[in-house]
Structure formats: structure tokens, C-alpha cells
């Protein structure tokens, strides 16, 4: 069905852009109700459930090498019962795909495109999500290669350019009540670290199995940096307003002012925005794609792309009703949904998985 086949370092760069792009808009402020000064402590506290899902992760494709979570599940629960968990799979990236759809344009029209339809910014996307889609692992790899640098380059600069807003004085008095807060704090993000689980759709495909996971915890390592220091450029800036913030990073690019004609780099946030949600959505489109097929036994993923992408503009609109929800959403709901899902239940499965192995290589 998939002949294609990518990198380890590719599939690292399909990770961290899928992590990090709706998470630095988001992640500051939803960690900063909790945390408060210390939400840059957190996201330490959060890669631990990265790390513990790329080595769930790949300890499952270890015992399927060749296999999706879509394939693994029946051969591990039988035809019927993988059939049934894997919907529970299935409906979530439909679900969370349409929620990062609708995350993205409800940012663009709240923010650039005040008269603009959201219709015609979701339609657009996605169609040219579609599109990268259509040409396959491979063509997502090397979308990767060309994204990932220019996806950090202007987030670099926007952190050098806000060096001389910097008040140290906002991040004191640090761990002032002690690591309960920054712990509290560490769940928001945990819901997006349990989502390197989708590189589940990706190894089979690398050519060089062995370095999965190894790569896979290198991408945790980066994504981990960058979310802490996002978090300490956001304190630095905006200090106890963070937390009354949609999207701090957005507002903290309006702080910049370089003699009379560089300032007010708004742009720059929107353009690390669409190109990290290009990758993303496309990311976790190409995984629901497959893993329709998969689930139909159908000859080639191609087959059901658009209407995929019918489903994923519905659910974008569906699923929320506006950006002040969808924040609610993301603070309550979605750091439990995700790992539920993405965690608990891989981990029943390679429970499972383990025990069948053992007692085949004792029958034999």
C-alpha cells in the first residue's frame, strides 16, 4: 500500500514541527495558570511522558516491525477486538486533526484575516495538506527537510529580538511553591508530548529501523528545549499577564522595536504558525488516511483522502464552537483524551503483546 520510505532524521523532523507548532501559541499560557513564574520548569516535567511513549512506541514496532497500530491490534487482540480499539484510534486523529484545522484558522482570522470566511482558510489548508499527502511517506519526509529549518529559523530570531524586553525579575521568586505548581503545570504539555505516539504510522516505513528510537528521543529532547525556552521568553516578557494571554508568543512579537521601522512582527508568528500546522495536520492526516485503509483493507490509501478531508473540514467545525472552548478544551480535556489513547492504551497493548511473544517462544 505505502512503498515509500524515509529516515530516521527525516522522521524526526516530521516530529518536532508536529509537536511543537500548536504548542508554542498555546502551551504558555495554559502552563501558566498552573505554574505561574515557573512554567518553564514544566515542560522538563512533561518529556518524561515523551520519552515513555517513544519507548512504548517503539518497543510495539519492535514486535511488529512492518505493522501500524491498525495492523498490530488485530494480531495482538484477535480480528474483532483490534477492530474495535483501533476506532477508538481512528476517531481520535479524526477528532484532534479537525481541532488543529480549526486552531489554525480561528488564529489566522482572529489575528490577520478579520473578513475572511474561516471556511475558505480550513478549506485551503487542508486541500493543500491533501495534496502533500497524496505523494506518501516520502514526500512528507522531504517536506520536513525543507520546513523544519525555516519553521525555527524566525522563531530564533523572534528570541533574539526580544532579548532587551527581558525582566529577570519575572521569573522570581522561582519554585516559590515548590514543585506541586510546576507539576500541575506539567500536565497541559504531557498531552502534547503523548503525541509523538503517531510516529506508530511512521516506522514502518524508515530504513533504518534500528535508529527509531534513538531519534525518536532526540526529537523529545529538542521539542522539550524549545517548549522551555518559549516559556521563558513569554515569562520574561509579559511576567503574571501570561496566563490571561490566548496566544502569548503572538502577543510578546508586539514588544519588538528596532529603531523606528522594525517593529511589530506579528508576521513572524504567523509564519512559523502556517508552516508548523502544514506539517502537523499533514502529519496526522496521512496517519488517519492510512489507517482507514488499513482498517477497510483497502489497496491504497489514496483512496480515501478527500473523502478524509471532507471529514476532517466537518470536524473542525463540529467539534468546538469557538476559540474561547477550544481553550477550555486544551486546559481540561485534552492532556487526559490524549494520553488515554495515546499512552494507556499502547501500553495494554504491548502488555499483551509481550506475554503472546514469551509464550510462542516457550511453545517452540
Known amino acids: 500500500m505505502e512503498k515509500g520510505k524515509i529516515t530516521s532524521l527525516q522522521m524526526a523532523l516530521l516530529m518536532y514541527p508536529t509537536i511543537v507548532a500548536t504548542a508554542i501559541l498555546a502551551v504558555p499560557s495554559l502552563t501558566a495558570k498552573y505554574a505561574k513564574q515557573d512554567l518553564w520548569i514544566s515542560p522538563i516535567l512533561a518529556s518524561v511522558v515523551g520519552l515513555f511513549t517513544v519507548y512504548v512506541t517503539c518497543s510495539l514496532n519492535k514486535l511488529y516491525p512492518n505493522k501500524t497500530i491498525i495492523q498490530m491490534s488485530e494480531n495482538i487482540m484477535g480480528k474483532v477486538p483490534g477492530k474495535l480499539i ?3 484510534f481512528l476517531f481520535f486523529y479524526i477528532h484532534v486533526t479537525g481541532l488543529i484545522v480549526r486552531d489554525y484558522s480561528e488564529f489566522l482570522v482572529g489575528s490577520f ?3 475572511t470566511p474561516i471556511t475558505i482558510i480550513s478549506g485551503s ?3 493543500l495538506c491533501a495534496l502533500a499527502v497524496r505523494g506518501g511517506i516520502e514526500v512528507l519526509g522531504r517536506v520536513a527537510q525543507l520546513f523544519s529549518p525555516i519553521f525555527c529559523i524566525p522563531l530564533i530570531i523572534l528570541i533574539i529580538l526580544l532579548i532587551p524586553e527581558f525582566r529577570i525579575s519575572n521569573l522570581s521568586p522561582i519554585l516559590e511553591g515548590g514543585f506541586f505548581p510546576a507539576m500541575k503545570g506539567a500536565i497541559v504539555p504531557s498531552g502534547w508530548f503523548s503525541e ?7 516506522l514502518p516505513f524508515l530504513n533504518e529501523k534500528k535508529k527509531g528510537m534513538k531519534y ?12 522551555v525556552v518559549v516559556n521563558l521568553t513569554v515569562q520574561l516578557v509579559l511576567g503574571t499577564t501570561t496566563a490571561t494571554k490566548v496566544y502569548p508568543l503572538m502577543n510578546v512579537s508586539r514588544y519588538i522595536g528596532v529603531g523606528d521601522f522594525f517593529e511589530h512582527l506579528e508576521s513572524i508568528s504567523m509564519a512559523i504558525w502556517i508552516m508548523g500546522a502544514f506539517v502537523k495536520i499533514s502529519v496526522f492526516y496521512y496517519a488517519v488516511s492510512s489507517g482507514i485503509a488499513q482498517w477497510f483493507n483497502l489497496s491504497d490509501f489514496r483512496l480515501v483522502i478527500w473523502p478524509v478531508a471532507i471529514l476532517i473540514v466537518e470536524f473542525s467545525f463540529w467539534s468546538i464552537p469557538n476559540i474561547m472552548e477550544y481553550s477550555r478544551f486544551d486546559f481540561i480535556a485534552f492532556p487526559f483524551y490524549a494520553i488515554f489513547i495515546q499512552v494507556i492504551i499502547p501500553v495494554f497493548l504491548l502488555l499483551i503483546a509481550t506475554i503472546q ?7 517452540k
Open 113 to 115: 484575516f478579520f473578513k
Open 86 to 88: 483501533t476506532l477508538f
Open 357 to 363: 511473544k514469551k509464550r510462542e517462544s516457550k511453545n
Open 216 to 227: 525518536g528521543m532526540v526529537a523529545v529532547v529538542v521539542v522539550m528545549l524549545t517548549l
Open 125 to 127: 489548508m487542508v486541500f
Open 196 to 202: 509523538f505516539f503517531i510516529m506508530i504510522f511512521l
